[in-house]
C-alpha cells in the first residue's frame, strides 16, 4: 500500500489511483434530471424579454427629450424607437475616432436634418448615457465636452 502511494505521488508516472467504488448516492446523484436547456431551446433567449442595458441621460439631452417628446413623429425613428434599440443592443452602433473615441452614435433624423445621439456604453454597470442629442455636428460638438 506504501508503494502504490509513491507511485501516485511521482510526476512522471502513468500510473492512476483506481475509481472510486460506486454506491448508491452516486447512483442518485447521476440519475437527478439535468437543469441545462435543450440546445433546441436556446434560441428562445432573447434580450426583448427585458431591457439588457438601462439608458441614462445627460441634463441637457433629457431637456431635449422633454422639449420634443418620446413619440414625436418628426423624429424618424421616434427617440423612445431609439431608447428601445440602446436597451436592447447598444453595441451594434459603431464606435466613433478621435477624441470620442469611447463613445458610440445612433442615427436620427428630425424634419428631413441629420440629428445623432451621441452615447458612451458602461459594460460593468449595464448602462448606456446619452452624453448628447442634437443635430449632427452640434451633437458631436457638445459629446467631445461631455465625455469621461
Known sequence: MAQTKQVWMTRNSLVVPPLPQANSSMLERCLKPSTKLPADRVADIRPQDGPVYRV??????????????LENDDFNPTVLQMIEDLESDPKRFAKKSGDLAEARSYR???????????FVVDDVARVVKIIALDRHDEAYRQASRRID
Open 108 to 118: 436620427l433624423s428630425y424634419r428631413s436634418s441629420a440629428w445623432r445621439a451621441v
Open 56 to 69: 441614462d441621460f445627460h441634463a441637457r439631452v433629457a431637456k431635449t427629450i422633454q422639449r420634443y417628446g
